[in-house]
């Protein structure tokens, strides 16, 4: 098996995100779920929410490539996989996350759909409620790979939101065969309980193979995983199943179970919850990059703790400080 030449490959929905501040009433009168993702199923029915939006942010997101953007600017050598359409939001992502110093060389798709987007209302509490147009994202198919990059990667990193559409769900599986022909290492995020919803029994699956190495998830996502609302339980029998599980649980923190160990972390202290879109992308940014550096699974899991606590104290999935120093001078 060759050194890789990546710590972290990641497949997932090239999405720009559009962030705007609401109150709930709003959020009710949408007819949203607050705190929740909702996917949009035409451009005309996102064009009619942006529309409602007040002024926002744009920048580059998407759960894998906000977890690859946060490794990079941890040190990370990191390199991402997904669909943009040749249009201009395909342009500003994929200037955004190039420059982030991630390898990101999937070509775009021509014609419509467009690119995909997610327009993001965050409530005063810092309670962020999204609703995607998965647009070109969702036609990855399995021909725009880029195979040796997959294979030079130490970890695979897959995003469950990614795994709904037909397309890059196959997409996905090519790349896993990949992975494990290479030696490497598969990572899975579970994203969302409306994905579990969908697909739990995929997911299952995947873990009762053998095909996942470390699950992320949070509290609401392995109990939905695991049908049972006994969080040791769920807990319990995740981990029998995966080498890694790491499950954050908000402000109390975050466990890592492997090789019938539990190790715990505090919530890292903030003064202020502003934005909690991405924390979970970060979390397993910092938990990632610790252990590419070698790092114990409790310094893993603190790194991870200290990332989501800067995303969160701002608007916006994407650091907005030197993510390098942070970490030196919280871990020493």
């Known amino acids: 098996m060759t050194t890789p030449a990546y710590d972290v490959v990641a497949i997932g929905n090239a999405i720009v995100d559009v962030l705007s501040h609401t109150d709930d009433a709003f959020i009710t009168a949408e007819g949203m779920a607050k705190g929740s993702m909702q996917l949009m199923f035409s451009p005309e029915d996102a064009d009619a929410l942006y529309a409602k939006m007040g002024p926002g942010i744009e920048a580059s997101g998407g759960s894998a490539a906000n977890t690859v953007a946060g490794m990079a600017a941890l040190g990370a050598r990191c390199g991402f996989i997904g669909q943009v359409a040749n249009d201009q939001l395909g342009e500003v992502f994929a200037h955004d996350i190039r420059a982030t110093g991630v390898t990101f060389g999937t070509v775009a798709r021509d014609g419509a759909p467009t690119t995909a987007r997610c327009l993001i209302f965050v409530t005063p509490d810092g309670q962020r409620t999204m609703n995607t147009f998965l647009g070109a994202s969702q036609f990855l198919p399995a021909s725009a790979l880029d195979r040796d990059l997959i294979a030079s ?58 095909l996942i190495d470390i699950m992320f998830a949070n509290e609401a996502e392995i109990f939905a995983l695991m049908e049972t609302d006994d969080f040791d339980a769920a807990v319990a029998a995740a981990a029998a199943q995966v080498p890694m599980l790491v499950v954050t649980r908000s402000e109390r923190g975050a466990i890592a179970v492997s090789g019938g160990t ?54 916006g999935a994407r650091p907005m400080v030197d993510m390098k120093a942070l970490a030196a001078s919280k871990l020493g």
């Open 262 to 315: 539990t190790v715990s972390v505090a919530a890292e202290p903030i003064d202020k919850v502003v934005d909690t879109t991405g924390a979970g992308d970060l979390f397993a940014a910092g938990f990632l990059t610790g252990q590419a550096q070698g790092k114990s699974v409790e310094q893993s899991l603190r790194l991870g703790a200290i990332c989501a606590a800067e995303i969160i104290s701002h608007i």
């Open 153 to 210: 990667g130490a970890i695979l990193y897959l995003e469950g939101y990614l795994w709904d559409p037909e397309e890059p769900r196959q997409a996905m599986r090519a790349a896993i065969e990949v992975a494990r022909k290479a030696g490497r290492k598969v990572a899975f995020t579970l994203s969302d309980v409306f994905c579990i919803s969908r697909h739990g029994g995929d997911f299952r699956k995947l873990m009762a193979d053998g």
